[in-house]
């Protein structure tokens, strides 16, 4: 008996490293591993080996009895099983997908690509560069020059980019989320060794046990996610601003400042939207740094002057380099000119286009402005509310800008929905999650019927489709306050009681005033 | 009081006499005495003339030959765009001839040509204020906005080019205005908007609407047609406005610019309510410098008025293949304009020898033979300066009776077609047919297509594929549209292989627009102007090679220039693109609808942000106790207010 278990664990191990030289996702695991200082790996062995009684579940213990593999490669084993059969099956899926005949009807969908992200725009942007005409001078192409410079060469591997993107995104995201989640028990047991929380409690809590699968579902939720597989099955370039802010979280959660501003500065040349993570950025780091968010030290300011000059400066290089590779400044207003004037009004999931074809015209900049105001109004109130959670503003963020951007797709939805297991402990206090739940997937369904309608079969108008959109956001809009909402509660919970009473010694009843 | 009345007109014709006289006098002094430009006339009817009076004396040849003359194929040719004129010549000179083809379809195509001729120099510093001839409208139009060139042309209706084989002078249906300008004009753009709003003004024409959405630039297809050898593509500009509607109220005013109106001549057979009521309808102005003479050193200006049309008299006439100029038009012809140097009518009788197909009457003795679209065409000529033409009733009603319905056209060897393939309003495919009906030469072709901007053309999905195989053009010209600003410009040069189909397909994306931007009758969809197919035509004439006819052998071996290939313009039919509509009687419903939206994503925030939890004291309602006992059962701690 004890043999044959000896025997299944080595061919799985063998499986494992097979899987891991054929598979790239495990070797961008691994190289982010490497990335980490030194001081933060010892920091990681010694919180593992403090819960590892908790948290890990017999099977890998039995594994890292028997076989007495070193620690590192038991640790990446561990880790890598599940999530490399996670990558396994979602690169079969897409790859499928690809070759099946469905591909160029979803590359066609107004739901799945936008303007801006349009595989067929960049095929565009090419054919015009190979006629000599500058792909900025018509109004068809609006993704930055890098992006025209990366396909320049990668167009014969689209399909490989994109499902690459998508596998760095996912790793990006789990291993940003188990470093999290680290931190956010170690929190909680300095919070407990230090009699913070409330009695009643205990049940807010979160075990080890339970939020050992939170990095592998957050990855599941990302790669799993009929969004995002549309999404890198139509090929929109969505995908990859995806996968710079999932590297963008990644390095911010690791608590590398460079890599952090690099990469907010490459999602920001991309869309300009990511903008708004800047301050999410700034707060975590800081606390990891332990520099209070304070205004009169001088700490905080150097802090905000080194992030942003770092910010800067690659914005400025970057800037720089897209002038020369095209030699010209034609790409700024076609980019992010397009993004901020919304003139192409091609229906999409969002609220811009059917508000601004109807729009009066001697009012449209005034609403435009207010429009793309509501993308960047609410990260000031949202950081100084949530100054202690930055990863939750990062969340808060990025569904606000979802939402409220010129020209959404799923691709953007899903990004923020990955991170909905992270916040599964919020569950109670969520208000409706069946109502957000089933209108959100009503809304998926109804989308592609009613274009159907209206574009091919003439039985509709546009109203049909406009009112679908407005639903979906609603239960967008219903879902990220819920969370909001739940996140505030929990937190209140947790420093005066879970239940709480009247003065009278009655159950109390609470509401926001 | 009596006395007052008779002495007032006596007055007037005093002062009348007088200005008369002074004005007389003036132009004496700047143009050349007119009595003497009519008498002298040009040297090549004084040599018609003087043929004509050695066939009377020789009696013998009942057909004459007039003199040869180089017709409009020269002006269609862009190889050598200048009509040599020999010396020497009056300031000012004004041609009208009409040209009736019978067409095999039963239809009757007749084509007005009117040509003024005037040597000036409209950019010189001091400006032309005496006009005779030459309408003073385009005159000012021409000193004031630097042109060069202007073609403009309205149509009605679509030319049949495998029915009816090619036009003289092709035109796309609606209007199109094409305009070199001088290269010393520094803001083409503003110029070209400003003349487009005058020529509006002139030609009672919704050309006004011609503005840098459907204006392009195009570096090929248009080269001048006059002197100089300009081609700098920077100074041309072309418009095509293909919903134009061409009706009465175009037409008066460019009756308005012949010298003699529609009072006397040929244009007295313009009646409008009998020009609309046929099959096509073409009229255009096409204004360019020409060579005096052979030397060029001088040139004049040339206006050229057309108008075609085509009538469907075989349909109308119960089936009874008969016309006359009185049918056609409800007029006949009692006098030339006597302003003209030469006014005459030609009929196409190449087809019709020997008289068997249809008899012409009354007859005429005088034959004009000449190169047309790569063809020898043979006419009857009508002299409607000379009085006998007009006969003893002292009018001319010219008419033709079909013998034979039999007889086939030579097929014209360029033909081409365009349809929109595709379902549904989000995307389409744009296909254009070109038909080479050569038997055995392959020529190349320019295609230049202007598509709307709220056509998204990906020129990435461009294939030209030509018996079923891929045929690359040798030479591209796209310039993508900028949404609102300017048009798709796609040129490109093909090689047709003979006796072949070549397809052009091109992928496109329909676009929402504003509401506003939307015609008043959005459903009815959004027209796209023709694709023009411009290419020089291996000659019919060259391809038979026994037309050795009445040519000595030694001059028929190598096919001489002018014979061996033609210019030829082709017209695509326009398309009619249906777009994706929004809900145009809902504007307020839809702010109000997104903004509610937007609402309640700010205030659910806004209340989260600036509210914190409080124990809610009073005691909660029945339906607040039940939903407060539904969460307990979930696990939900505490409850709601």
């Known amino acids: 008996m004890e043999l044959l278990k000896i025997a299944f664990c080595r061919n799985l191990f063998k499986f494992l490293c097979f899987c891991r030289g054929l598979h790239s996702g495990v070797v961008v695991s691994t190289f982010a591993l490497q990335l980490e200082n030194p001081w933060f790996t010892s920091r990681l062995s010694r919180d593992l080996s403090a819960w590892s009684l908790h948290v890990l579940p017999v099977h890998a213990w039995v594994f890292s009895r028997v076989l007495r593999l070193p620690p590192t490669v038991q640790k990446y084993a561990e880790m890598a099983a599940p999530l490399t059969l996670l990558l396994v099956l979602a690169v079969t899926i897409r790859a499928a997908l690809f070759r099946s005949s469905l591909a160029e009807l979803i590359a066609e969908r107004v739901e799945v690509v936008s303007p801006i992200t349009a595989w067929k725009r960049v095929v565009e942007g090419l054919a015009l560069l190979d006629l000599g005409v500058s792909p900025y001078s018509g109004d068809v192409f609006h993704e930055t020059p890098l992006i025209i410079y990366l396909f320049h060469f990668v167009v014969d591997y689209a399909e490989i980019t994109f499902m690459l993107a998508d596998v760095i995104t996912a790793v990006a995201l789990y291993m940003a989320v188990k470093d999290y989640n680290k931190q956010v028990f170690r929190k909680q047991k300095f919070a407990l060794e230090a009699d913070r929380y409330p009695l009643d409690c205990l049940e807010l809590i979160r075990s080890p046990k339970e939020m050992y699968y939170i990095p592998l579902k957050v990855a599941m939720f990302y790669l799993l996610n009929p969004f995002t597989i549309l999404s890198c099955v139509a090929k929109s370039t969505c995908g990859l601003n995806n996968a710079v802010v999932a590297l963008f979280i990644f390095s911010t959660i690791k608590g590398n400042t ?166 599964s402990h919020l569950y109670r206090f969520l208000r409706n999650t069946f109502l957000v739940s089933c209108v959100l997937l009503a809304c998926s369904t109804l989308f592609p019927v009613l274009w159907h309608l209206w574009i091919y079969a003439g039985s509709a108008n546009s109203n049909f489709y406009y009112a679908i959109t407005l639903l979906f956001n609603v239960a967008q809009i219903l879902l990220v306050s819920d969370y909001f909402y739940a996140f505030l509660r929990r937190e209140h919970h947790l420093t005066y009681g879970l239940y709480l009473k009247r003065k009278d010694g009655s159950e109390a009843t609470l509401v926001l005033k | 009081m009596a006395a007052h009345r008779c002495c007032f007109p006596v007055w007037l014709f005093i002062l009348c006499s007088f200005s008369l006289f002074i004005i007389a006098g003036s132009q004496e002094t700047t143009v050349a005495p007119e009595q003497h430009a009519s008498v002298l006339d040009n040297p090549q009817t004084a040599a018609e003339t003087a043929e004509q009076t050695a066939g009377e004396s020789g009696g013998v040849e009942e057909r004459r030959w007039e003199g040869t003359e180089v017709r409009d194929a020269a002006a269609q040719k862009q190889a050598e765009p200048a009509v040599l004129q020999p010396t020497p010549q009056p300031k000012d000179d004004f041609q009208e001839e009409l040209v009736v083809r019978p067409l095999h379809s039963g239809d009757i195509y007749a084509s007005f040509q009117f040509r003024t001729l005037w040597e000036t120099d409209f950019m010189r510093g001091n400006k032309v204020s005496h006009y005779r001839l030459f309408p003073k409208s385009l005159g000012q139009v021409i000193s004031k906005f630097s042109v060069r060139e202007l073609h403009i042309s309205f149509t009605q209706g679509y030319w049949r080019t495998m029915q009816w084989g090619q036009p003289y002078l092709p035109s796309p249906p609606g209007a199109e205005l094409w305009v070199w300008f001088q290269d010393s004009v520094t803001d083409v753009d503003a110029t070209w908007k400003e003349l487009t709003n005058v020529l509006s003004g002139i030609f009672c024409a919704s050309l006004n609407f011609i503005d840098s959405t459907n204006t392009v630039q195009p570096s090929a297809s248009f080269k001048p047609l006059g002197i100089g050898n300009v081609t700098d593509h920077r100074f041309l500009r072309y418009a095509t406005l293909p919903r134009e509607i061409v009706c009465t109220e175009n037409l008066t005013p460019w009756k308005k610019l012949l010298p003699c109106g529609s009072k006397a001549g040929l244009a007295v057979l313009l009646k409008s309510e009998k020009l609309f009521h046929s099959s096509f309808h073409s009229q255009a102005v096409h204004i360019r410098p020409v060579c005096q003479d052979w030397q060029c050193k001088t040139t004049s200006w040339e206006l050229r008025q057309t108008l075609n049309v085509v009538f469907d008299l075989h349909n109308s006439g119960q089936g009874k293949r008969e016309w006359s100029l009185f049918k056609m038009f409800s007029r006949t012809l009692t006098e030339a304009c006597p302003l003209a140097s030469s006014s005459k009518i030609y009929i196409d009788i190449t087809d019709n020898p020997e008289g068997e197909q249809f008899e012409l009457s009354p007859a005429t003795s005088l034959l004009s033979q000449a190169m047309v679209l790569g063809d020898r065409r043979t006419f009857s000529v009508y002299d409607l300066t000379q009085q006998d033409t007009f006969g003893s009733v002292r009018s001319l009603n010219l008419l033709i009776r079909w013998k034979s319905t039999e007889g086939d056209m030579l097929r014209p060897l360029l033909h081409a077609e365009r349809y929109v393939a ?49 045929n690359k053009p040798s030479y591209i010209h796209y310039q993508p549209s900028k949404d609102r600003v300017r048009p798709h410009l796609l040129e490109m040069l093909v090689q047709l292989p003979p006796n072949s189909v070549t397809e052009v397909t091109v992928q496109f994306e329909r676009a929402l627009l504003k509401w506003t931007e939307y015609t008043p009758d959005p459903n009815h969809g959004f027209y796209v102007g023709s694709s023009v197919i411009s290419s020089l035509v291996p000659s019919t004439v060259a391809m038979d090679t026994n037309s050795t006819r009445e040519r000595p052998l030694f001059s028929s071996f190598f096919p001489c220039k002018e014979e061996s290939s033609y210019f030829v313009r082709v017209y695509t039919e326009p398309l009619l693109v249906n777009l994706p509509t929004p809900d145009f009687s809902m504007p307020y419903n839809v702010i109000c609808l997104t903004c509610t939206v937007v609402a309640v994503g700010y205030g659910s925030l806004y209340n989260l942000l600036t509210r914190s939890f409080q124990i809610e004291e009073p005691s909660p309602g029945l339906a607040k106790r039940i939903a407060n006992v539904i969460r307990k059962m979930r696990g939900f701690p505490g409850t709601m207010g």
């Not at chain 1, 991309?270 to 700034?282: D, E, G, K, N, W």
């Open chain 2, 422 to 470: 595709g379902y549904g309003l989000q995307t389409g495919e744009i296909h254009t047919l070109m038909y080479n009906h050569h038997p055995y030469r392959s020529f190349p072709v320019l295609l230049l297509d202007s598509v709307p901007w709220y056509l998204r053309l990906y020129i990435h999905t461009l294939t030209v594929t030509s018996k079923g195989k891929d």
């Open chain 1, 258 to 423: 460079l890599l952090s501003a690099i990469f907010l500065c490459l999602a920001t040349y991309q869309s300009i939207y990511p903008l708004t993570l800047c301050a999410p950025a700034m707060l975590y780091l800081m606390q990891r740094q332990y520099i209070p968010v304070n205004f009169r030290r001088a700490s905080f300011w150097w802090f905000i002057a080194q992030y942003l000059f770092m910010y800067l400066g690659s914005l400025f290089v970057l800037i720089c380099l897209s002038f020369f590779l095209l030699g010209s400044w034609d790409y700024m207003p076609s980019v992010y000119g397009f993004i901020l004037s919304v003139p192409d009004l091609t229906p999409n999931i969002g609220l811009f286009w059917y508000f601004f074809a109807e729009m009066f015209e001697h009012f449209r900049l005034f609403f435009l402005c207010v429009f793309q105001i509501n993308v960047f109004f609410y990260t000031i109130p949202l950081s100084v509310k949530l100054k202690e959670h930055p990863v939750f503003l990062i969340f808060m963020q990025l569904a606000v800008i979802s939402i409220f951007k010129s020209y959404p797709t799923v691709g953007d939805i899903a990004l923020y929905m990955a991170f909905l297991p992270v916040w």
